[in-house]
């Protein structure tokens, strides 16, 4: 199982990014897959993901509305489309994939300036 995140960068409050996460070694639609975030000094937390089975979607309370979470099958691709960013979203951003044990990928900073 391989997990590249990338589309992480600089932006100013308001503005938006988009993160991908390139899936590999597994069956994309088969399992939850999402995105988690660890801001400095502080836990991991999570911020959105796509269950295995149904595709349903989940968002943190925190981004619901502003995040939106897709999954490209064909292409293998995982995406965070976030909107309307602030300074609270600074973190680095991994995503995973989860069934018995979780994998990781090696996560991309966002970082947003006020």
């Known amino acids: 199982v391989q997990l590249q995140a990338s589309g992480g960068g600089l932006v100013q409050a308001g503005g938006s990014l988009r993160l991908s996460c390139a899936a590999s070694?597994?069956?994309?639609?088969?399992?939850?897959i999402g995105w988690f975030r660890q801001a400095p000094g502080k836990e991991r937390e999570g911020v959105s993901g796509?269950?295995?089975?149904?595709?349903?979607?989940y968002y943190a309370d925190s981004v619901k509305g502003r995040f939106t979470i897709s999954r490209d099958n064909v292409r293998r691709l995982l995406h965070l489309q976030m909107n309307s960013l602030s300074p609270e979203n600074t973190a680095v951003y991994y995503c995973?994939?989860?069934?018995?044990?979780?994998?990781w990928g090696q996560g991309t900073l966002v970082t947003v300036s006020s």
């Open positions: 995973y994939t989860s069934w018995g044990r979780t994998f």
């Open positions: 796509i269950r295995g089975g149904d595709g349903s979607t």
């Open positions: 070694g597994f069956t994309l639609d088969y399992y939850a």
